[in-house]
Structures are given as structure tokens and as C-alpha cells.
């Protein structure tokens, strides 16, 4: 069983950062590919990034301002997000799929999830 835990959600005005972690209990971690999610009002979750041992990722979104990075000894994923804006505002969730799990981040039926964190953008 996968134990994914997310925290370092908050307030913050526009223009401000916040650094999500996310951390997984899982065997294979460094093997495993991560995405951060997220879910605002009224929307569709989408995938903001992913990390795997292909490299990274980021929706056009957060191109730029994002940054997702790993620890493979703490078995932690981050993300660090900075020029924050009101339309990041969102519940913020870590995915991890093991070695061979499907890399269709379409799909939201594989991996293991977090209860997500929080994340609120002010104007």
C-alpha cells in the first residue's frame, strides 16, 4: 500500500510563492513518475507537471513559473511555485505511479493519491 501525503498549501496574494511537497511511501520512488494536479472551481483537474526518469514536464499554464523537483532520499516531490496568480487557485494533488504503470496522465484511475493541500491566490 502507497501512503501519499501533500502540505505547503495556503494564502498568498498574486505575484507571491508557495513550495508543495509531496511525500510517498513507496519502494521503487526514484523509479516512479509524479505529477502535481490540480482541481479549481468548477474545473476539470488538470495536470500542472510531472517528474519522471524522462525528465519534466508543465502544462502551458505554469510554463515558466512552476517548477517540480525531487528528493530521492526523502522521498519527496516538490513543487515550487512562484508569480503566483488568482487562476492558480486550486486543490493541489500528487500522483505517483510506480515502475510500469501507464504514463497517460489523461487518465486519473492509476497511481496512488494524496487528499491534496489547498493552494488560494488572491488579487
Known amino acids: 500500500q502507497v501512503q501519499v501525503e501533500e502540505s505547503g498549501g495556503g494564502l498568498v496574494q498574486a505575484g507571491g510563492s508557495l513550495r508543495l511537497s509531496c511525500v510517498a511511501s513507496?519502494?521503487?520512488?526514484?523509479?516512479?513518475?509524479i505529477g502535481w494536479y490540480r482541481q479549481g472551481p468548477g474545473t476539470r483537474r488538470e495536470l500542472a507537471a510531472r517528474?519522471?526518469?524522462?525528465?519534466?514536464s508543465y502544462a502551458d499554464s505554469v510554463q515558466g513559473r512552476f517548477t517540480i523537483s525531487r528528493d530521492n532520499v526523502k522521498k519527496t516531490v516538490y513543487l515550487q511555485m512562484d508569480n503566483l496568480r488568482p487562476e492558480d487557485t486550486a486543490v493541489y494533488y500528487c500522483n505517483v505511479r510506480r515502475p510500469f504503470s501507464s504514463l497517460d496522465w489523461d487518465r486519473t484511475d492509476i497511481g496512488s493519491w494524496g487528499r491534496g493541500t489547498q493552494v488560494t491566490v488572491s488579487s
Open positions: 513507496v519502494g521503487a520512488f526514484s523509479r516512479s513518475a
Open positions: 517528474i519522471s526518469l524522462s525528465g519534466t
